[in-house]
């Protein structure tokens, strides 16, 4: 091989090596550190409310059974609701249904069928019986209100009540009554009230 071609292989060597470095030098341009920095864990812990409404029966006994029900009579019992969570409510509600079926003339006339009202007291009733023995509830000591009457089957919202916050109690009476426009359709006629408390949350807000 002539020194000529050996010097034109050497510089087309070189020329390759050249252009190497070249790319590894540009690479290198896109390589570098970095100072960083971050905050203090900031630690939250979120818990869910309970809703829990319980009713307690004092006094006379429930469930009731009364037979031989005539115009004029009435029946009247207490509980006692309370709010036994930790989360405040929005709203308490009393539903009452029927659970006789067909339904009879005493739910479905709501003029002269059965009739339901329900009160409360500040303190627990003080109950006595009367002359038959039937109870009879005071509100001794407190301030006695009317949350609702009407037919019996139907849904008696109670405005503000105690229950509404945690550990609140309602002291409440409810009666359940036939009037007296009750006329000869209603003989030997049965009926089964189911009374229910509910309760719903109250609204979510930012906290």
């Known amino acids: ?17 050249g252009v190497i ?12 550190g970095a100072f960083t920095d971050s905050t203090t864990p900031v630690s939250t812990e979120v818990t869910a409310g309970n809703i829990d409404i319980n009713l307690a029966q004092t006094g006379a006994s429930i469930p009731v059974t009364t037979n031989a029900f005539v ?10 609701l309370s709010n036994d969570g930790d989360a405040a409510l929005a709203s308490v509600n009393l539903g009452v249904t029927t659970t006789t079926s067909p339904a009879s003339i005493l ?21 006595a019986t009367d002359a038959a023995g039937a109870p009879t509830y005071t509100c001794t000591g407190g301030t006695e209100r009317l949350f609702g009457a009407g037919p019996a089957v139907s ?10 916050n945690p550990g ?10 036939l009037p007296t426009t009750a006329d000869n359709k209603f ?18 807000t930012a906290r």
């Open 107 to 127: 739910t479905t006339d709501t003029t002269n069928g059965l009739q339901l009202a329900l009160k409360s007291c500040t303190v627990p009733w003080t109950q």
């Open 21 to 32: 470095g070249a790319a590894a030098a540009v690479a290198g341009l896109g390589t570098f």
């Open 155 to 164: 849904n008696f919202p109670l405005a503000n009540p105690a229950s509404i």
């Open 187 to 204: 003989q030997k006629q049965t009926a089964a009230l189911s009374l229910t408390f509910s309760a719903m949350q109250r609204t979510g």
């Open 168 to 177: 609140g109690k309602d002291y409440l009476v409810f009666t359940v009554s």
């Open 71 to 80: 115009p004029g009579d009435s029946m009247s019992r207490a509980v006692t």
């Open 1 to 17: 091989m002539s020194t000529k071609a050996r010097t034109t292989t050497a510089r087309k060597v070189v020329g390759s090596l």
